[in-house]
């Protein structure tokens, strides 16, 4: 690969539980023979230890055993955002081996993807996690192309059911930890609830208790939406469910991140029309690319007509190991500002 590509790291990890010990791993580094790398630990516990990307044990809570391989061509589109709707991702891998290709096609549950660069090796963030909807295998020309598409959470979002009924003076939070619960059961093994369910009992729900009773039945995140209210955005973010204050933030890992012309800004800062009637308008900015940041978090930026604070409610982190990709598109709303709820 040429020079201009030095620096990027991308680590891929399929798993699925009860899954062949060789259920593998995929780790590449553009520009340079594979790096050894420990994984740091995950909520997700499954049967086989994983083993090898550099031959060491990954500690009591591993994914699978796994294989390393360098060189390799990847390219993806992750997309996250508070709304309720899925994050999702859109992976190629170019030319895995046959039986390699076999393998995920019938173990590739779970995927993460991180990426970065090799500075921050051996720990890379986490742009994307969830559960894999198809992985498909096209050939095109010399190519084999390795197709893979995952939604976060998904499951919980799509088959969550709730059916409950309380008597009255129910607090809300008592509803509120049920529906989450339901949400969980729709994938036990790959959502988290059990953030969402301690800060529960302090969540500013519109009614905190409910004089003549509750009752609940259908999707249970729409249901827990309609609970908690338009002062929440509620979502599921790398397994994990959680509600965002629209008045609120959540922190960035390292702190506010700085995005200006000499820490990665791309171009110039746009001013967008607001996605609906009423709503403020949008701040979309481009940068070097940067998956430590996540929906919600808040980010400064500075260019010659831009300054300030902004909260995230979209970004789109695009990469290609073997082509000029490597951004974060981020979509997001002056800090202050509400960007859930248009006034009647």
């Not at 498909?136 to 976060?152: E, K, L, N, P, Y």
């Not at 989450?180 to 059990?194: C, E, G």
């Not at 481009?286 to 930026?301: E, F, K, S, W, Y």
């Amino acid at each position: 690969m040429g020079s201009k590509y030095l620096g990027r790291a991308v680590n891929v990890t399929l798993a699925q539980p009860g899954a062949p010990a060789d259920a593998p791993s995929i780790f590449a580094v553009s520009g340079q023979d594979y790096v050894s790398q420990t994984k740091t630990a995950d909520p997700f516990t499954f049967n086989q230890p994983l083993q090898g990307l550099g031959g060491g044990g990954l500690g009591p809570v591993a994914s699978k055993w796994g294989r390393a391989f360098s060189g390799l061509h990847v390219r993806f589109k992750a997309e996250k955002n508070t709304l309720l709707t899925p994050n999702t991702l859109e992976l190629n891998i170019y030319n895995l081996a046959a039986a390699t290709r076999k393998q995920l096609q019938s173990y590739g549950m779970f995927v993460e993807l991180s990426a970065g660069y090799q500075a921050d090796l051996p720990t890379l963030p986490i742009a994307f996690r969830g559960t894999t909807r198809t992985i498909d295998h096209i050939r095109q020309g010399a190519d084999w192309v390795t197709r893979i598409r995952s939604g976060d959470g998904e499951h919980g979002y799509r088959f969550g059911q709730a059916n409950q009924t309380w008597p009255q003076g129910v607090l809300s939070s008592t509803i509120a930890i049920y529906l989450a619960n339901q949400v969980k059961a729709a994938d036990p093994l790959h959502i988290d609830v059990s953030a969402f369910i301690a800060a529960a009992p302090s969540l500013n729900y519109p009614v905190q208790a409910y004089a003549n009773g509750y009752v609940a039945y259908g999707n249970a995140i729409d249901q827990l939406s309609l609970l908690i209210g338009f002062g929440y955005e509620l979502s599921i973010q790398n397994g994990s469910l959680v509600a965002i204050s629209t008045s609120g933030f959540t922190q960035s890992t390292g702190g506010i991140p700085l995005i200006s012309p000499s820490t990665g800004l791309l171009g110039s800062p746009d001013h967008g029309d607001p996605n609906l009637a009423g709503l403020p308008s949008v701040l979309k900015v481009n940068c070097l690319m940067n998956a430590r940041i996540q929906p919600g978090d808040l980010v400064q930026v500075v260019s010659s007509d831009t300054n300030g604070t902004f909260r995230v409610q979209k970004i789109t982190h695009t990469g290609d190991l073997d082509g000029n990709d490597w951004q974060s598109e981020i979509e997001a709303y002056a800090l202050g500002q509400t960007p859930g709820v248009a006034p009647l």
